[in-house]
C-alpha cells in the first residue's frame, strides 16, 4: 500500500498520498485510534464486510447492541412495525436534546417564564427554531405513540408471551401524555394556563381524596406560581426519569419475548 | 410403539452392553423408558452386595427407606412422569436392561424407575431453524433513514409554523372557550355529556385499567385478523369513537364550548 503510486508524475499526488499513508498507517493503524473503535466497528483499519465484522458493529457499539446480532427476517420490514415504536423513541430522544437547550433560557417562575419564551424566540440564534422542534416533536410522539399501541393490538402483538409488554407501554402511553401535559403549562400564556386549568379541574372531582390530590399536584387551590415550579420539576426530571425506567424495560422485554412478535 | 431416534437406540445398547458383563447380551428392542435414560438410577438389593456396586452407605439407607415406605408418595409432578413413584420392583420386572443382570452371574441388581419422558420432550431440545438476516446492515440502515426521514419532516414543520405564544398567563382573564390539549379534548367533551366525576375520573380510570387488562381479557391466541373479528371490531370501535370525539373538541366546539360549523364560524383551537 505504501508504495502505490497514483501513476500522475507530478509531486501532488505523492505529497497527497503520504499524507494518507500517515492517516492510514500511524492514525487509523495507530494504539488510540483502535482504543476507541472496538473491533466490529466501521471506522476501524480494515474494516470489511463479513459476517464477523456484522455481528461485531452490534455487539462492540454501546447504542446498537440495544439490538440482537440478528433478527427475524420479516422484523426489518417496514409494513410490519411502521417503524412506530423506534420513531416514539427517536423522539424521546430529540425532545430531550432540545429540552436541555430550552432549559438554558427558561426559568420555571410566574415573573420570568413568560418574558423568557419571548426572549428565546426574538434574542436567541435558534431559539423559535428549537422551540417549535420540541413542540412539534412532542404533539408528534403523543400521536406516533398512539399509533404504536394500535398497531400493536392490530397484530395481535400483546398475546403470550408479550403480555406484560402491553402493560409497560401503557405505562409509557401515560407517562408519555404526563410529560406532554406538564410540558404544556410552561410557557405561562394563557393558552397554557387554561388547559391546564380545564385539565385538572377534573381531578378535583376524584371521590374522597381528589381536593387533596389536586392540592398536591398544583401547589396551592389554584394554579400558580407553586404550581409552575412543580410541573417544571415533574417535566424536566420526574416523568423522563421514570420513562426511561421504563423503556429499558420495555426494550429489554421485546428481546427476551423472542423478538418482534409475527409474521401474521 | 414411539419413535425413537438413532442415537439413543445406539446409547442404550451399548448401556446394555457394558450392564450385561457375563451375561449374553440381547439387542431386542429396548422400551422407551431405558430410552428417556431415566431408569439409570441403580442401586444394590442386599447390603451385602453394597461394597461389590460401590454405593456409600448413606445413599443405601436412604434409598431403603424410601422404598419402605412405598408408593404412598405419590408424584406430584402428574402428566409426563406418570412413572415416576418410588417403588418397589422386584430385579427381573426392574426394566428391560435389568434383565441381562438377572440372569447373568454377578449381583442381583435393583432398577428404580424415576419417569418417563415422553419423546416429544427429549427428541424437540433443537430449535426450528429462523430465518434471519444481520441488524447491521438491515435493520440499522432503515432506522437511520427512519431518522432522518422524522428530522427532516419535523424541520421544514418547525421552520413555516411556529409554535403559539398567547398572552402572558392571567387567572382573571379566562378565553372563551377554554379547551384542553388536544389528547385530552376526548375528555373535555365527555364533560358535556356526564357529571364531571363520571367523564374525568370514572371513564378514564375504566379506560386506562381495561388498556392495562386487554392481553387477560382476551384469551384467543391467534393473531390472524380473519380469527379474531371480535377484538378488532370493538378496539377499533373505541378508536373511532375517541378520534371522533377528539375532532368534534377540535373543529365544532366554539365559544361557551357550543357547537359551531368549522366552515362558517372559524376554528377555535390552538397546540
Ligand atoms: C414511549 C412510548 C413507547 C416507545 C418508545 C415504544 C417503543 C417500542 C419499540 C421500539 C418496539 C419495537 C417494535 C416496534 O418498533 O414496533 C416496541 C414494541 C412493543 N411495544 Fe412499544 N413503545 C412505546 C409505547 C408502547 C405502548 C403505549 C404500548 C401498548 C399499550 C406498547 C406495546 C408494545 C408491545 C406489545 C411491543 C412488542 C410488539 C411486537 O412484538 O410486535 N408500547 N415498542
Redesign the interface.
Known amino acids: 500500500m505504501a508504495t502505490k503510486t497514483n501513476g500522475n508524475g507530478n509531486g501532488k499526488g505523492k505529497i497527497a498520498e503520504s499524507v494518507s499513508n500517515v492517516m492510514t498507517e500511524k492514525v487509523h493503524g495507530g494504539q488510540v485510534w483502535s482504543s476507541i473503535f472496538r473491533p466490529g466497528s466501521v471506522f476501524r483499519k480494515g474494516y470489511s464486510d463479513s459476517?464477523r465484522n456484522?455481528?461485531y458493529?452490534?455487539m462492540n457499539s454501546v447504542l446498537?447492541h440495544l439490538?440482537?446480532?440478528?433478527?427475524?427476517?420479516?422484523?426489518?420490514k417496514?409494513s410490519y412495525t411502521l417503524?412506530l415504536g423506534?420513531?416514539s423513541f427517536?423522539?424521546f430522544i430529540?425532545l430531550t436534546v432540545t429540552g436541555i437547550f430550552l432549559m438554558f433560557v427558561y426559568r420555571p417562575t410566574?415573573a420570568n417564564a413568560?418574558q423568557d419564551?419571548?426572549a428565546l424566540?426574538t434574542q436567541v440564534a435558534f431559539g423559535?427554531?428549537v422551540?417549535?422542534?420540541h413542540?412539534?416533536?412532542a404533539?408528534?410522539m403523543?400521536f406516533t405513540v398512539f399509533l404504536h399501541m394500535?398497531r400493536v393490538?392490530?397484530?395481535?402483538?400483546?398475546?403470550?408471551p408479550?403480555?406484560?409488554n402491553?402493560?409497560v407501554g401503557?405505562i409509557l402511553?401515560?407517562l408519555t401524555?404526563m410529560l406532554?401535559?406538564t410540558g404544556?403549562l410552561l410557557?405561562?400564556?394563557?393558552?397554557?394556563?387554561?388547559?391546564v386549568?380545564?385539565?385538572t379541574?377534573?381531578?378535583g372531582?376524584?371521590?374522597v381524596f381528589?381536593d387533596q390530590v389536586r392540592f398536591i399536584l398544583l401547589g396551592s387551590n389554584?394554579?400558580?406560581p407553586n404550581t409552575l415550579l412543580r410541573w417544571y420539576t415533574l417535566h424536566v426530571l420526574m416523568f423522563p426519569f421514570i420513562l426511561v425506567i421504563f423503556l429499558a424495560i420495555h426494550f429489554w422485554r421485546v428481546r427476551k419475548d423472542g423478538g418482534i412478535?409475527?409474521p401474521? | 410403539m414411539v419413535d425413537i431416534p438413532e442415537h439413543l437406540l445406539k446409547r442404550s445398547k451399548d448401556a446394555k452392553g457394558k450392564a450385561g458383563g457375563a451375561a449374553d447380551a440381547p439387542a431386542d428392542a429396548p422400551e422407551p423408558e431405558e430410552a428417556a435414560g431415566a431408569a439409570e438410577a441403580s442401586e444394590a438389593d442386599a447390603p451385602a452386595a453394597a461394597e461389590s456396586s460401590g454405593i456409600p452407605a448413606h445413599l443405601l439407607a436412604r434409598s431403603k427407606a424410601a422404598r419402605s415406605k412405598g408408593g404412598d408418595e405419590g408424584d406430584d409432578a402428574g402428566g409426563a412422569t406418570k412413572a415416576a413413584t418410588a417403588t418397589k420392583t422386584p430385579p427381573a420386572k426392574a426394566a428391560p436392561a435389568a434383565k441381562p443382570a438377572a440372569a447373568g452371574a454377578g449381583p442381583a441388581r435393583t432398577q428404580r424407575l424415576l419417569a418417563v419422558v415422553k419423546a416429544g420432550s427429549i427428541q424437540t431440545t433443537k430449535k426450528d431453524p429462523?430465518?434471519?438476516?444481520?441488524?447491521?446492515?438491515?435493520?440499522?440502515v432503515?432506522?437511520f433513514v427512519?431518522?432522518l426521514l422524522?428530522?427532516a419532516f419535523?424541520?421544514v414543520?418547525?421552520?413555516l409554523?411556529?409554535?403559539?405564544?398567547?398572552?402572558?398567563?392571567?387567572?382573571n382573564?379566562?378565553?372563551n372557550p377554554?379547551?384542553?390539549?388536544?389528547?385530552?379534548l376526548g375528555?373535555?367533551e365527555l364533560?358535556t355529556m356526564f357529571?364531571?366525576?363520571v367523564?374525568?375520573?370514572t371513564i378514564p380510570g375504566i379506560g386506562?385499567f381495561a388498556?392495562?387488562a386487554?392481553?387477560?381479557i382476551?384469551r384467543n391466541?391467534?393473531?390472524?385478523?380473519s380469527e379474531?373479528k371480535f377484538?378488532?371490531a370493538i378496539?377499533t370501535f373505541f378508536?373511532i369513537y375517541w378520534s371522533v370525539l377528539v375532532m368534534f373538541g377540535v373543529f365544532f366546539r366554539g365559544p361557551g364550548f357550543n357547537f359551531v360549523w368549522p366552515w362558517a364560524d372559524g376554528i377555535f383551537f390552538?397546540?
Open positions: 459476517p456484522r455481528a458493529t452490534v446498537y439490538h440482537p446480532v440478528k433478527v427475524k427476517r420479516h422484523a426489518v417496514v417503524c423506534g420513531v427517536f423522539l430529540l410566574a413568560y419564551i419571548q424566540q423559535l427554531l422551540r417549535n422542534l413542540r412539534w416533536g404533539h408528534l403523543t394500535a393490538f392490530y397484530h395481535g402483538a400483546y398475546k403470550p408479550r403480555e406484560f402491553w402493560v401503557v402511553l401515560v401524555l406532554a401535559f404544556y410557557p405561562w400564556d394563557q393558552l397554557a394556563l387554561w388547559a386549568t380545564v385539565g379541574n377534573m381531578i372531582f376524584t371521590p381528589g389554584e394554579i400558580g412478535s409475527g401474521l | 429462523v430465518d434471519k438476516v444481520n441488524v447491521w446492515p438491515h435493520l440499522l432503515e432506522e427512519a431518522l422524522v428530522t419535523l424541520m414543520f418547525s421552520v409554523l411556529s409554535a403559539p405564544l398567547q398572552d402572558q398567563a392571567n387567572p382573564l379566562t378565553p377554554s379547551k384542553a390539549p388536544w389528547y385530552f375528555l373535555q364533560l357529571h364531571p366525576m367523564a374525568g375520573v386506562i388498556l392495562l386487554v392481553p387477560y382476551d391466541p391467534a393473531t390472524k385478523p379474531r377484538a378488532i378496539f378508536l390552538d397546540f
